[in-house]
């Protein structure tokens, strides 16, 4: 560019006085200018996204789709022997009765997540703001089991739910409702609401950030305003807190079902899909399928599914969300 | 008067949800500080004396190997998550491109994924690359699957720094790096702590990828050590809950003492993701 103009200007000088007229230089110089600038804007870019595409690009883009590629193979995981199969693995799952129950209980794990823990946790955030004393204590017990490691969770709630010691039958024993006492994870019709009451306990305090951190930002002034005109509090709730949160809840909700959907840990620590698969998840089956029983063909047509199914979900959120928003 | 009386249903839901809450966390660590034998005569009630023995032999376990395991995955994951998201989030947020949207939202859809629809090529890949059975193995899937909500966090800030900070640098002959990590990146503080901390959290307690990637004892993260401990142990059960109480105590150490920063870092991203 500094040449360019070098160039210009002799010429310039040269030709003074002559009746040639030269263009103007400007639309030139812009020009090469910007191409200059692109050029290293380009480098720019690579420079700073190239590292964490790459990364990202190989965990999950390509692994996403090597998953519907190994889909399609007959295959053990263990030995280079791969048979191509087309979508018979599909076939298969479509038939299969333990997908479906699995499919079934996730879906369960969604209602029960969206019908607990979101109310649990508006409750738990609602009180952190009405005038009772050491609310901070309150606060930071509440909070406490998020921070847990879902393991850990696991393990002490299979000594909480045991048949023998569990604090649960004690609690109902001392209750004087000895008939209710049971091995609660070893019972078909109850583990999966042993499950589902677990993973409440670790997630409502979570929601409970979500929404306190919501209810923070509500204007003081609304309050004050209502005030004035005399309403009840159990007003004030239903015509600004509530109306105001509904954002907050629609992230909540869409966080809530897409954990539901991928649920693994704690059913894997607690349960692992037992007792006769009346708490298998697809993840937990998909786990089985591909690293107890090395079908690992079999095993990637469940994770492609679920991908799937998150993707089918989450659009449906999406588009619906996109409707009100649109309605209002 | 009244107002107090009115109180007291606040109250009772308030000790309610404590208990709800608390009590499992009371059991665990009453129970970590029995003795076997106290336990089995009576299981639940407050410990008679205090025995560190549980504690003691957890010492002496490889319980501190998986503690640092654990330590030098979550602390590699989350610095390199920090470096590489605010640099992918810079062009993101402050440059003009035609694939600026696009990988914006590629790197969004990353949030909604089952991690474990990724698992089996990643098992695959990793035994490739000969990292299978290693710590070394878990950075990778960890550092890819924490981007996504880390740009969204960086970007956002990004875009909120007003513009005349790079014109000036730019004017003064700043090269694109030295602008960033010069200029930029100190500006960043809150956002790198909200990524910080969101992420340190989940990547301290990952199971799946840590269960699927490595197999012996030796490079057992802290989840995966306490299953094994759960597997070895589980008739002791006062000595179980040590290993949980001592499992769990870094995170609610780091939360006592930053509490509020922890609470925002985790309303931030999520909201945002």
């Known amino acids: 560019m500094e040449n360019n103009a070098k160039k210009w200007n002799v010429e310039q000088g040269d030709d003074r006085g002559s009746s040639k007229v030269y263009p103007p230089p400007a639309p030139v110089r812009v020009d090469q200018t910007k191409k200059k600038r692109k050029k290293q804007d380009f480098w720019v870019i690579v420079g700073f996204l190239g590292p964490a595409l790459l990364i990202y690009g190989l965990y999950v883009i390509y692994s996403i789709a090597m998953t519907f590629y190994y889909s399609l193979f007959e295959w053990s995981g263990i030995d280079t022997h791969m048979v191509f199969a087309g979508l018979?693995?599909?076939?298969?799952?479509?038939?299969?009765?333990?997908?479906?129950?699995?499919?079934?209980?996730?879906?369960?794990?969604?209602?029960?997540?969206?019908?607990?823990?979101?109310?649990?946790?508006?409750?738990?955030?609602?009180?952190?703001?009405?005038?009772?004393?050491?609310?901070?204590?309150?606060?930071?017990?509440?909070?406490?089991?998020?921070?847990?490691?879902?393991?850990?969770?696991?393990?002490?709630?299979?000594?909480?739910?045991?048949?023998?010691?569990?604090?649960?039958?004690?609690?109902?024993?001392?209750?004087?409702?000895?008939?209710?006492?049971?091995?609660?994870?070893?019972?078909?019709?109850?583990?999966?609401?042993?499950?589902?009451?677990?993973?409440?306990?670790?997630?409502?305090?979570?929601?409970?950030?979500?929404?306190?951190?919501a209810i923070v930002g509500i204007p003081e002034e609304l309050y004050e305003a209502a005030e004035m005109d005399g309403a009840s509090s159990r007003k004030k709730f239903l015509k600004i807190t509530l109306p105001l949160l509904i954002p907050t809840?629609?992230?909540?909700?869409?966080?809530?079902?897409?954990?539901?959907?991928?649920?693994?840990?704690?059913?894997?620590?607690?349960?692992?899909?037992?007792?006769?698969?009346?708490?298998?998840?697809?993840?937990?089956?998909?786990?089985?399928?591909?690293?107890?029983?090395?079908?690992?063909?079999?095993?990637?047509?469940?994770?492609?599914?679920?991908?799937?199914?998150?993707?089918?979900?989450?659009?449906?959120?999406?588009v619906f969300d996109q409707k009100r928003k649109g309605a209002n | 008067m009244l107002n107090r009386i009115r109180q007291i249903p606040l109250y009772i839901l308030a000790i309610l949800l404590l208990l709800f809450t608390g009590l499992p966390f009371f059991v665990?660590?009453?129970t970590s500080f029995k003795t076997q034998i106290e336990f089995m005569s009576a299981p639940w009630s407050l410990p008679e004396s205090f025995s560190f023995e549980n504690y003691?032999?957890?010492?002496?376990?490889?319980?501190f190997r998986f503690f640092f395991n654990s330590v030098i995955v979550s602390v590699i994951s989350v610095v390199a998550v920090i470096v590489l998201g605010a640099m992918a989030s810079y062009?993101?947020?402050?440059?003009?491109?035609?694939?600026?949207?696009?990988?914006?939202?590629?790197?969004?859809?990353?949030?909604?994924?089952?991690?474990?629809?990724?698992?089996?090529?990643?098992?695959?890949?990793?035994?490739?690359?000969?990292?299978?059975?290693?710590?070394?193995?878990?950075?990778?899937?960890?550092?890819?699957?924490?981007?996504?909500?880390?740009?969204?966090?960086?970007?956002?800030?990004?875009?909120?720094?007003?513009?005349?900070?790079?014109?000036?640098?730019?004017?003064?002959?700043?090269?694109?790096?030295?602008?960033?990590?010069?200029?930029?990146?100190?500006?960043?503080?809150?956002?790198?702590?909200?990524?910080?901390?969101?992420?340190?959290?989940?990547?301290?307690?990952?199971?799946?990828?840590?269960?699927?990637?490595?197999?012996?004892?030796?490079?057992?993260?802290?989840?995966?050590?306490?299953?094994e401990f759960y597997g070895q142990f589980s008739v002791n059960v006062p000595g179980i809950m040590a290993a949980l109480t001592l499992g769990s105590l870094p995170l609610l150490l780091i939360y006592l003492v930053a509490q509020e920063k922890i609470v925002k870092g985790i309303a931030a991203g999520s909201v945002k993701g």
Not at chain 1, 255 to 270: P, Q, T
């Open chain 1, 88 to 213: 018979q693995n599909y076939i298969t799952l479509i038939g299969d009765h333990v997908f479906w129950t699995s499919l079934q209980n996730n879906f369960l794990l969604v209602a029960a997540s969206l019908l607990t823990q979101l109310p649990l946790g508006l409750i738990m955030a609602l009180l952190l703001f009405s005038p009772i004393k050491g609310m901070r204590f309150f606060r930071s017990i509440y909070f406490m089991p998020f921070l847990m490691s879902t393991v850990a969770i696991g393990i002490l709630f299979i000594y909480i739910y045991d048949g023998n010691f569990g604090i649960v039958n004690q609690i109902l024993g001392q209750l004087g409702l000895e008939s209710w006492q049971r091995g609660w994870l070893g019972n078909e019709e109850t583990a999966i609401w042993a499950v589902i009451a677990t993973v409440c306990w670790q997630f409502a305090p979570f929601y409970m950030i979500l929404f306190r951190a």
């Open chain 1, 249 to 318: 809840i629609i992230t909540s909700s869409i966080l809530s079902i897409i954990g539901a959907l991928k649920y693994f840990d704690l059913i894997y620590v607690m349960t692992d899909g037992g007792p006769n698969n009346s708490t298998e998840l697809m993840a937990t089956y998909m786990y089985e399928q591909t690293f107890t029983n090395f079908n690992m063909g079999y095993g990637s047509s469940i994770s492609f599914s679920m991908f799937i199914i998150a993707l089918f979900v989450t659009l449906i959120i999406i």
């Open chain 2, 28 to 30: 665990m660590v009453s």
């Open chain 2, 56 to 63: 003691r032999l957890l010492l002496e376990s490889e319980f």
């Open chain 2, 91 to 227: 062009p993101l947020a402050r440059m003009r491109f035609k694939l600026n949207r696009p990988l914006f939202i590629l790197f969004l859809v990353g949030m909604m994924i089952p991690i474990h629809t990724t698992l089996i090529p990643i098992f695959l890949l990793t035994k490739n690359m000969g990292l299978y059975d290693t710590i070394w193995a878990l950075p990778g899937p960890y550092i890819a699957f924490a981007l996504p909500v880390s740009i969204v966090i960086f970007t956002q800030f990004l875009k909120d720094l007003p513009k005349e900070l790079e014109e000036s640098a730019k004017m003064d002959g700043c090269g694109p790096f030295r602008l960033f990590w010069k200029i930029l990146f100190p500006l960043l503080t809150p956002a790198v702590a909200t990524v910080a901390i969101y992420n340190f959290i989940q990547i301290w307690n990952e199971f799946i990828f840590a269960l699927v990637l490595t197999n012996s004892e030796e490079n057992a993260t802290l989840p995966l050590g306490l299953r």
